[in-house]
């Protein structure tokens, strides 16, 4: 399988005395189309959200407040990134294994996806990933 790895992205900051400004374009600040904008919050100390790999979905994992690590295991050992600024994106691409922990409180993941949500696109079991590993 292509060896892609995770690249922190260093997103436009347009600072401002009235408050600071980030944006992101499609295909200009990442390599992909938004299909798809989640986020997870309210997330109780020590929880752990993500665990699986995506065949086809490409993201950008941003910590829009508070902070929080992801964990990006390629099959062959697991690099930790922690996210704590908002003008930050983690650009995650397919076929690796991720997962986040070590939320702050009140902190808030907001998700920008390359495809729609599909259960079919989801590897969850890590065996399995190890597998997909090395078939692609
Ligand atoms: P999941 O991606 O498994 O969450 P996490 O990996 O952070 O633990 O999603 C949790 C549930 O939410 C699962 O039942 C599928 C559903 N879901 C949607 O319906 N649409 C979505 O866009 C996402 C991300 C999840």
Do not use: C
């Given at each position: ?48 959200r ?59 993941g ?11 696109d ?15």
């Amino acid at each position: 399988m292509k060896n892609l790895l995770p690249e922190l992205i260093t997103l436009p900051k347009i600072e401002d005395p009235r408050g600071n400004l980030t944006f992101i374009e499609e295909e200009n600040h990442i390599p992909f189309k938004i299909k798809r904008v989640y986020w997870v919050y309210d997330v109780p100390g020590g929880q752990t959200r993500g665990g699986h790999a995506f065949k086809e979905q490409q993201e950008l994992i941003v910590a829009l407040s508070g902070s929080f690590d992801v964990l990006v295991n390629h099959g062959n050992g697991t690099q930790r990134i922690h996210l704590n600024r908002s003008y930050f994106g983690l650009y995650v691409p397919n076929g690796l294994w991720r997962h986040m922990d070590n939320f702050s409180t009140n902190s808030v993941g907001m998700m920008l996806s390359s495809t729609f949500y599909d259960e079919m696109d989801y590897i969850r079991d890590f065996d399995e990933f190890l597998k997909f590993r090395q078939n692609h």
